[in-house]
C-alpha cells in the first residue's frame, strides 16, 4: 500500500547542478502534481499532469521541467540549480473523477541548493 | 496574489477546548474546499471537504463550515486533542479538468495538554 513514493527523501545541490526528482503512484490515478513548500508561502504548484501524456504549468514553473514518464511516474528537473529553489518539494496525484477525497501526497522531497 | 488565505500563522488552543481555523477566498469560480493536515517531514494527509452547495459538512470531531457570500471557510475541531497538533492548509479548486488545488500558507495548531 505505498500510494506515492519520492525519492530522494534529501538532497544537497551546489549552485547549477542539475538533478531530478523522481514520483510514483501505485493508485492507477490520472493526474500528478508537483508542489513546492516555503515558510510563509504555503504549498505552491510548480507543474501539474491531468492525465498520461499532458503536462502543463502551474503558479510557479521557471526553472523547473517535468515528464510523464508514463501513468505511474512524474519526474520534476531541476536544469540548473539556484538557491531560490531550496524547498521541500511534494508530490501528489488524483483521480479524475470526483473530489471526495482530493490529493493523495508523497512525504517530500527536501532540497538545499548551496 | 493570494486567491486562498489563512490570515493565522499560528494558533494556541487547551485541550479537550474548540480549536477554529479560519480561511477566506477571492475566486467566485472556486466549487470545492478542502483541509489538509501536516506532520513534520510528511506529506499533507487529507482532512474534510466541502462542496459550495452546501454550508456544512461534519466528519467526528471534525466540521467545515462555508460562508459562500463572505468566500470564507472555517474548520472546528471539538474537542481538540494533542495529537491535532500539526499545520492545517485549506485548499480549494474550481473543479476543472484539472483539478488543481489552490492551497493557503497554512495555520499551526497547537494544542496544549
Known amino acids: 500500500n505505498a500510494g506515492v513514493t519520492q525519492t530522494p527523501k534529501f538532497q544537497v545541490l551546489k549552485t547549477g547542478q542539475s538533478m531530478t526528482l523522481q514520483c510514483a503512484q501505485d493508485?492507477?490515478?490520472?493526474?500528478m502534481y508537483w508542489y513546492r513548500q516555503d515558510p510563509g508561502m504555503g504549498l505552491r504548484l510548480i507543474y501539474y499532469?491531468?492525465?498520461?501524456?499532458?503536462?502543463d504549468k502551474g503558479e510557479v514553473p521557471n526553472g523547473y521541467n517535468v515528464s510523464r514518464l508514463n501513468k505511474r511516474e512524474f519526474s520534476l528537473r531541476l536544469e540548473s540549480a539556484a538557491p531560490s529553489q531550496t524547498s521541500v518539494y511534494f508530490c501528489?496525484?488524483?483521480?479524475?473523477?470526483?473530489f471526495g477525497y482530493g490529493y493523495t501526497f508523497g512525504s517530500g522531497t527536501r532540497l538545499t541548493v548551496v | 496574489d493570494q486567491q486562498v488565505k489563512q490570515n493565522s500563522p499560528s494558533l494556541s488552543v487547551q485541550e479537550g477546548r474548540i480549536s477554529i481555523l479560519n480561511c477566506d477566498y477571492t475566486?467566485?469560480?472556486?466549487?470545492?474546499f478542502l483541509w489538509y493536515k501536516k506532520y513534520p517531514a510528511e506529506g499533507p494527509t487529507f482532512l474534510i471537504s466541502?462542496?459550495?452547495?452546501?454550508d456544512k459538512n461534519e466528519d467526528g470531531r471534525f466540521t467545515v463550515f462555508l460562508n459562500k457570500s463572505a468566500k470564507h471557510l472555517s474548520l472546528h475541531i471539538v474537542p481538540s486533542q494533542p495529537g491535532d497538533s500539526a499545520v492545517y492548509f485549506c485548499?480549494?479548486?474550481?473543479?476543472?479538468?484539472?483539478?488543481?488545488?489552490?492551497f493557503g500558507t497554512g495555520t499551526l495548531l497547537a494544542v496544549q495538554p
Open positions: 501528489a496525484s488524483s483521480a479524475r473523477q470526483g
Open positions: 493508485m492507477n490515478h490520472n493526474s
Open positions: 499532469s491531468a492525465s498520461e501524456g499532458t503536462t
Open positions: 475566486n467566485s469560480m472556486f466549487d470545492y
Open positions: 466541502i462542496s459550495s452547495i452546501k
Open positions: 485548499a480549494a479548486t474550481d473543479g476543472g479538468a484539472t483539478n488543481k488545488l489552490i
